[in-house]
Structures are given as structure tokens and as C-alpha cells.
């Protein structure tokens, strides 16, 4: 993980930790206590958000960009758990805006075998710059931790999706029939994913939200490879409304 992303990392885990801490009133109304009216109401939330992220590991050469639209409900009352203490949530997004880019075609080392059936290393062509689709995450399982912050709400969830793009992702070997090579990738990949996160109310019934997620992204074999991107962190912004 970059320095960069690690900062973030720590600055929303520390502020989690310092609304749970934080004492304060817990009963008061919507207008001057938006978190306790949106956990006794167990209510609707919906807004856009904008997502930034970058590949790890043999990955981090790999950038992306996000867009879209996320829905969620909370679902049960608190639940008293010790330091889990809170509420169960469930929701879902669609990102009509799919970016990713990545280093744009060259050749690259990889071992061949030899007439002789020998390992040997060789330069072959590989894919590579700019991907746009579509994703869809039907499931988003969503803990709310209790707080008596009035303005902070922090929460980690566990999500899975679906990628689609307009050309074979991630970028393979480009297929050589004379050398008895198929680098077909797939259109469709999944997206499995965890992450925190915190909503910060600024007035009742809106929140700016700012969250970090591991994201995994393989085709689960659809294509004949599948390199995958085994890690990326992918830093998301939203504008929350709530009902």
C-alpha cells in the first residue's frame, strides 16, 4: 500500500475510533442530533459518490476512476455486541462510470519453452491502455458502529459486484497463432470487496461520506486467463440524502 493511501487509511480509522469515544448527548432531535434520528428511524440513504483507486503489488501501475449512484437501508435496531455494538445495513450501487487505466501496450518478459521443450525467457506482446464499462454491486452488508457523536457515523461493510467492459480486462498476452497463443481475458469480471468509512452529517438529513476499500478483481476463469488484479485501494467520496 502507498504512503498516500496508508495516511488516509489511518486518519479514517482514528476518527471511527474518536466518534465511538466521544461523549455527548444521546436522545436529542433531527436538528441537533442527525445521527441518533437517522439510527432510531433506521432510514433510507441515497446520493452519488465519486471513486479514486490504484493497484497494489504487480498492480500498482494500474489506475481507476469511478462514478456512480449508491442506495442502502438501515435494516435492524442496535445491537448490542461489546465494541461492535450497532446496526445492520443493506445496500447496493451502479457506476455507469467505469475507468481503468492502464500502461499502454509493449512487450514484456515471460518464459517460453524452447523446441527442445526448455524454459527460456522471451518478449511478447501484451495489451494494455484505456478500459471503460459498467459495474453493479447488488450486495453491500453494511455494520453502523453506535456513537454518540452527533455528526460522525462510522461503519465497515463487505460488498460484491459485477464489471463489465467493452474490451477483455484486465490486458494479457495479445493471442500469436504461430506461437500457439490465446490471451483472451473476459468482459466480465467480479468484484469482491471490504472496507471503513464514515458518514459526516453536516446538517440533518446530509452527509458528506468518505470511505476505503480492498477491492479484488478476477473473471473467476470465464476467459481462457485470468491475470486479475489480485489488490487495488480505491478511495470513495459521496454526498449522502436521508429519509
Request: glycine share 14%.
Amino acid at each position: 500500500m502507498r504512503r498516500t493511501e496508508s495516511i488516509v487509511f489511518l486518519l479514517l480509522l482514528a476518527g471511527a475510533m474518536a466518534a465511538t469515544a466521544q461523549q455527548g448527548a444521546g436522545g436529542g432531535d433531527g436538528a441537533t442530533d442527525p445521527v441518533a434520528r437517522v439510527r432510531s428511524q433506521r432510514s433510507w440513504e441515497y446520493g452519488p459518490f465519486l471513486n479514486w483507486g490504484t493497484g497494489v503489488g504487480d498492480r500498482s501501475d494500474y489506475k481507476f476512476f469511478w462514478g456512480g449512484f449508491e442506495l442502502g437501508k438501515v435494516l435492524t435496531p442496535v445491537v448490542h455486541a461489546g465494541f461492535l455494538t450497532g446496526q445492520f445495513e443493506y445496500g447496493g450501487n451502479v457506476m455507469p462510470l467505469w475507468q481503468a487505466y492502464t500502461p499502454p501496450p509493449h512487450e514484456q518478459e515471460y518464459t517460453c519453452m524452447t523446441a527442445g521443450g526448455q524454459p527460456a525467457s522471451c518478449l511478447l506482446p501484451t495489451g494494455g491502455g484505456t478500459f471503460r464499462g459498467v459495474s453493479l454491486t447488488p450486495v453491500i452488508f453494511r455494520w453502523n458502529f453506535l456513537t454518540s457523536s452527533r455528526r460522525i457515523q462510522p461503519w465497515f461493510q463487505a460488498a460484491g459486484g459485477l464489471i463489465y467492459t467493452t474490451h477483455e480486462f484486465p490486458p494479457n498476452l495479445l493471442s500469436n497463432a504461430e506461437l500457439g497463443i490465446d490471451g483472451s481475458t473476459s468482459v466480465w469480471n467480479f468484484a469482491p470487496q471490504g472496507g471503513i468509512g464514515v458518514h459526516y452529517f453536516f446538517k440533518p438529513k446530509r452527509s458528506i461520506d468518505v470511505g476505503v476499500n480492498a477491492v479484488h478483481i478476477s473473471s473467476a476463469s470465464l476467459g481462457d486467463r485470468n491475470p486479475g488484479v489480485n489488490a487495488s485501494v480505491q478511495i470513495q467520496v459521496g454526498y449522502t440524502f436521508w429519509r
